[in-house]
């Protein structure tokens, strides 16, 4: 862990302490929703614990204040998280050999720690940024949660302080570098048209998945003779 | 809700990220499937940002919110600190709002 501190310089830090300040009041704002809604203040608690993935935390407890069932809830939690999986096999070797590492990387696997890794130049400084983000995140958004819950009433509105605009620029900005090289490129355009398409017409979740589809325009790599690279 | 449901999810979640991880583990992949794998990523967080910045749920999220979002893409284009990326896109979309726009 020491290792981390210094391979992470103040600007990433700076990063990621930003957003943690975002998370923390969007778990607020999660954690007083839900006890507004009637639901006993361990709820939101144990579930941000214990799942650790707001969008689909905000989605089953949305589902049941409007008198959902519990299997509905569920199932449009995970279709929200099925991306996970991916985002696993994309990062899965930053998290580490051990088993302890891999138990605990897999649970701090958010799209945040996703994003600040694949920003990053090198594997070193990637796998830091991982557990940092991970870990600063989970601390920050499982104590603004518990603030709301305990709270129990909106600490301030997310969205009239535009909270709600800083998780796509923090995604924006940690992806677009990536978006410099065409190869990347052109199948993440492809892919956020196919997703934006299918946005008013499937449920939430799945037109993030159909994303992947901009991947078979990744271009076919050219078959021509070695260039000799001095 | 009872303690089950949720049980339920926060496994399911973390079967996805767990399985994953483990598979990149366990699993050998050529160089083209390991850079496939990569822009998949780049690809899945692309298309959140288009949708977190475009829509609430299944609905347009107004206008307030994809400006701040654009506002934060030109700033990280010109190489603003990510720190000032992410408050402009805030402060934009807190401004347009406050003036009255959706």
Partial sequence: ?230 | MTLLPILILAAGTFAFRFGGVLLRDRLTFSDRVKELLSTSAVVLLFALVATSALAKGQDFAGWALPAGVLVAGVLAWRKAPFVVVVVAAALTTALLRLAGLA
């Fill in chain 1, 1 to 230: 862990m020491r290792s981390i501190w210094r391979t992470l310089d103040a600007e990433l830090w700076r990063g990621v302490l930003a957003i943690a300040a975002a998370a923390a009041v969007n778990g607020a704002s999660f954690g007083a929703i839900s006890v507004a809604s009637g639901l006993p203040m361990w709820v939101p608690v144990a579930m941000s614990l214990l799942v650790f993935a707001g969008g689909s935390q905000y989605l089953a407890v949305g589902v049941t204040a409007a008198g959902g069932s519990p299997v509905a809830a569920v199932l449009g939690g995970l279709l929200l998280n099925a991306r996970h999986l991916p985002f696993g096999l994309a990062v899965g070797e930053l998290v580490g050999r051990g088993w302890a590492a891999r138990l605990l990387g897999s649970h701090l696997l958010i799209d945040e720690s996703v994003a600040f890794a694949m920003a990053q130049r090198d594997a070193v400084r990637a796998r830091a940024a991982y557990w940092a983000c991970g870990a600063t995140l989970f601390v920050a958004w499982n104590l603004g949660v518990l603030g709301g819950a305990v709270a129990g009433q909106l600490v301030g509105d997310a969205d009239a302080l535009g909270l709600d605009a800083v998780f796509p620029a923090a995604m924006l900005a940690l992806v677009l570098p990536a978006l410099k090289d065409a190869s990347a490129r052109i199948p993440a355009l492809v892919g956020a048209a196919v997703a934006l398409a299918a946005t008013p017409f499937l449920p939430t979740g799945v037109p993030i998945l159909l994303a992947l589809l901009g991947l078979l325009a990744v271009p076919r790599p050219a078959r021509k003779a070695p260039e000799v690279v001095a």
